[in-house]
């Protein structure tokens, strides 16, 4: 008999009205996968480019939304070590399914969830700490850099500002948008914050530097403003980590802009870094379960408002992670 259950359907490309709860048959674990009952689902910033059609989802719907989950593991397909059932994990899926009471993912996907932190801490840390971490190992900082954070009161820019002066930054400048987010970047460890909703606030980074420079600049902004913050960077050895585009466009940067400035620019995207950040996520768990690092969950929805949250995430408004669970209660 075929087992129902509730999950999110994208039924079309377009706004957050497109995520629908509909009841559809729960998965079954095929060979190499593990099927899960989630806890806590988080609403990831990309999830919202893919569901308007911004960035290509390389499937059609009508299809069950979503990339990642935490719950307990209840089936495993062959080849999957049956001792997982019972444990709490993570799992990322092929890239969709996750919004689901149930989801099936392949099991090189799973990450332990230490005893100590909670599932929906655990999915609220799961991507950008994984991110933050190998952004920083990447950066190779010294101990006595100026680094900048783009975007640094949310999401991966957040997890950065945690952590940055550990893994080696002496000053942290910040960009945030609006007081509210310039606020929350201090509080997270920022020295200086700079609003970037002012089109001119590669002129204020200057003139915050006070005649300093930036040693390493973590790029989540792109568009036209990448190459106004190469003049502020070190020469020679100055970096650039490229891993977003909160503009709508990567850092409009040329080979000659970066040559005659003796600059460096890393990218940090495709399938080698994908596969680092993977190897990153047991890592960022067991830092939060430290104490590390604040999992910073700004809300817990219940399954059936994902049109909300993605909603409040386009608005720009949640400072920390929005995380669905499903609701069981008869």
């Avoid at 999110?8 to 593990?34: K, N």
């Avoid at 606020?183 to 530097?209: K, Q, S």
Wanted: aromatic fraction near 4%; glycine fraction near 10%.
């Amino acid at each position: 008999m075929e087992f129902m259950m509730q999950a999110i359907v994208m039924t079309a490309t377009g706004g957050p009205e497109v995520l629908v709860l509909q009841e559809v048959p729960a998965p079954q674990a095929g060979v190499g996968e593990v099927v899960i009952r989630t806890e806590a689902i988080p609403v990831l910033f990309p999830e919202t480019k893919l569901r308007s059609g911004e960035f290509p989802l390389g499937v059609e719907p009508p299809l069950v939304f979503g990339f990642q989950a935490a719950g307990v593991v209840t089936a495993v397909g062959a080849d999957v070590d049956p001792a997982l059932i019972g444990r709490r994990v993570t799992v990322a899926t092929k890239g969709f399914g996750s919004y689901a009471e149930y989801v099936s993912a392949p099991a090189n996907s799973v990450t332990l969830i230490p005893d100590s932190l909670f599932s929906v801490d655990a999915a609220s840390v799961l991507m950008s700490g994984s991110v933050a971490l190998t952004l920083l190992e990447t950066a190779r900082l010294t101990g006595s850099e100026t680094v900048l954070i783009e975007a640094a009161a949310t999401g991966i820019g957040s997890f950065l500002t945690q952590v940055a002066k550990e893994s080696g930054a002496a000053r942290i400048i910040a960009t945030a948008g609006g007081p509210a987010k310039a606020e929350r970047a201090r509080e997270l460890g920022a020295d200086e914050v700079i609003d970037h909703n002012d089109p001119e606030w590669p002129a204020r980074l200057r003139e915050t530097l006070g005649g300093a420079t930036l040693d390493v600049v973590f790029d989540s902004i792109g568009g036209s403003t990448a190459i106004a913050v190469l003049d502020a960077m070190t020469p020679l050895r100055g970096r650039m980590l490229s891993y977003g585009w909160l503009s709508g466009a990567p850092a409009q940067l040329t080979a000659a802009d970066l040559i005659t400035r003796g600059l460096t620019l890393i990218g940090c995207a495709g399938p080698d870094w994908l596969a680092r950040v993977a190897d990153a996520r047991t890592a960022a768990l067991h830092r939060a379960a430290a104490g590390g690092v604040d999992p910073l969950v700004e809300a817990v929805l219940p399954l059936d408002q994902a049109s909300r949250a993605h909603q409040l995430i386009e608005d720009r408004v949640p400072l920390g992670k929005i995380i669905l669970r499903p609701d069981r209660t008869p």
